[in-house]
């Protein structure tokens, strides 16, 4: 008995493989592309269309195991065909999903993007005229989508729509989502402290999660944030409410001074770090002088 077990010791010993660290480090990678792949299908109208495919997948099993050589032989001939229909039929999604690779925080240390993030950082004024103009359109409830650009540029966005190169301001923008105006329908583009066109179209979101009664305007906003980094307004046609989206997500019931502070936070998470100390340095400054006095 002790022989057996020894030798049964012996031969676990042996089929347990060497584990080194890349290893550990190879299989936390893995495991974090997976979960992320199967999150992004989910959200996405992919995880229907790979249902589908499942369900096909379970057909071909079946004419495996009952030796179904006709349909086994189709499948083998179109399986090549198969893998570029997916692609195609996949690619909005697999467009946004390397977007999204692309504009990742992770790799903003790869390309320098600061003459960027100054050219289109906002100015109080601006700030404050956007949100001023917001809230005199939710109070009569009309419907506006307005999207601020940050890293990634929104030309192509801003080719659908009407150049309006103008600086920011609320009567400005009162009289571009006035009803029945020429400018009304579709997103003003703002870019830095001035709107650079209106009437624009954005890409939907197919997300499957949003809200039912939200309409085409909060689905075109949460859409463009889905594939760039912008910060877009929506104030509601029917409700008068004001949303934010950003980053896939929507922040809704927005009230003045929650707006501004999301605006001001936004920006400034992207600022650098020595622009950051110098602001503090300055903040310290004033509070020591109001001390003295």
């Known amino acids: 008995m002790t022989e057996l077990f020894q030798a049964m010791k012996t031969y676990l010993l042996q089929s347990i493989p060497d584990i080194r660290i890349t290893d550990v480090v190879e299989m936390i990678i893995i495991a974090a592309i997976l979960y992320n792949v199967m999150l992004w299908i989910k959200n996405t109208r992919a995880w229907v269309l790979l249902k589908g495919l499942l369900v096909l ?22 399986i090549n065909v ?18 999204q690779l692309g504009r990742n925080k992770m790799l903003g240390f790869l390309v320098s993007e600061n003459g960027k993030m100054e050219e289109n950082r906002f100015s109080d004024k601006t700030v404050n005229e956007i949100v001023r103009a917001t809230f005199e359109m939710s109070k009569v409830k009309t419907g506006a989508l307005i999207v601020i650009e940050r890293k990634t540029p929104l030309a192509e966005y801003e080719r659908t729509g009407i150049v309006v190169d103008g ?6 923008l009162l009289n571009i989502f006035e009803h029945n105006t020429p400018l009304h329908d579709g997103a003003v583009i703002v870019r830095g402290n001035r709107i650079a ?28 944030s889905e594939v760039t980094d912008s910060i877009t307004i929506i104030v509601s046609e029917e409700t008068g409410g004001v949303s ?20 001001r936070r936004i920006i400034e998470e992207n600022e650098s770090p020595g622009k950051r100390r110098l602001k503090l340095l300055k903040g310290w400054q004033k509070n020591e002088k109001k001390a003295d006095k």
């Open 197 to 224: 066109a209106a009437t624009c179209y954005l890409p939907l979101s197919d997300n499957m999660s949003i809200s039912k009664d939200l309409g085409t305007r909060h689905r075109a906003g949460l859409g463009v």
């Open 82 to 99: 198969g893998i570029i229909a997916v692609v195609i039929i996949f690619q909005p999604e697999l467009r946004r999903a390397l977007e």
């Open 167 to 172: 600086v920011v301001t609320s009567q400005l």
């Open 57 to 78: 997948f379970a057909f071909i099993l079946l004419a495996y195991l009952f030796n179904m050589d006709t349909i086994l032989w189709l499948a083998d001939r179109t």
């Open 244 to 263: 934010v989206a950003y980053d896939s997500a929507l922040k809704r019931g927005m009230d003045p001074d929650g707006l501004r502070a999301e605006l």
